[in-house]
């Protein structure tokens, strides 16, 4: 069985700054993708970044960024810059040959002015 | 591109009455289509999922069920509704298969069971 665990309930970031959400997994397969997804206020579901497994150098999306760790089953995301507009609650997910997405219970993210 | 649409946006229902959620998908075929669930609070747990026209897959067995009528449409029901049923309910959709397959999410529709 696969598992996303995400530690941090709450977090907060001044606005400008750079903030780091920590998630990490556990799952017995050698080739997967992980995903951070983004749920603002109205509560759409949104894509911010993925990764896959066999891939050693980590995404990145504009002003977002992963540090994933594959030994570690680590799988961070960092927002630089921080705006209002990045105030959401922050999940990060695991699909492997299982086609459900496995979701932490996610990060609410408050970027304060 | 491709646009996922769910209706209704937000809907209170009495406890035993039916339910009927439509999720539509344009600018692609044969995608494949998800129904989840997200309690207050909480991750999104995973109810019914569907490679084409009539096939689905349950992955939590309960009072609700899913159908595809069409290419891309979605539709989850229930017969009568338990108070347990409110909750958040999300479409999504993919293309393609394997561990590459990116879901995309509509906006969602609020269920109140009272």
Not at chain 1, 7 to 15: D, G, K, L, R, Y
Not at chain 2, 44 to 72: C, H, K, M, T, W
Request: proline share 5%; aromatic share 12%; net charge positive.
């Amino acid at each position: 069985a696969q598992t996303v665990t995400q530690s941090q309930p709450e977090m907060s970031v001044q606005e400008a700054e750079t903030v780091t959400l920590s998630c990490t997994y556990d799952t017995s397969e050698n080739n997967y993708y992980l995903f951070w997804y983004k749920q603002p206020p109205s509560r759409q579901m949104i894509l911010v970044i993925r990764q896959e497994a066999y891939k050693q150098q980590n995404a990145t999306e504009n002003r977002f960024s992963v540090n994933f760790q594959k030994a570690a089953k680590s799988f961070s995301l960092k927002i630089s810059d921080s705006q209002l507009g990045d105030t959401a609650m922050y999940f990060c997910a695991l699909r492997g040959s299982a086609r459900q997405l496995t979701f932490g219970s996610g990060t609410q993210l408050t970027v304060l002015p | 591109s491709q646009t996922i649409h769910q209706w209704p946006a937000t809907l209170v229902q009495p406890v035993g009455s039916p339910l009927s959620l439509e999720c539509t998908v344009e600018g692609t075929s044969n995608p494949n289509l998800y129904w989840y669930r997200q309690a207050a609070g909480r991750g999104l747990q995973l109810l019914f999922y569907s490679v084409g026209i009539g096939q689905i897959s349950s992955e939590v067995p309960q009072n609700l069920s899913a159908s595809r009528p069409q290419d891309r449409q979605f539709i989850l029901s229930s017969k009568k509704l338990l108070l347990s049923d409110s909750g958040f309910y999300l479409c999504a959709w993919s293309a393609g298969w394997g561990r590459s397959e990116t879901q995309y999410f509509g906006p969602g529709t609020r269920l109140l069971v009272l």
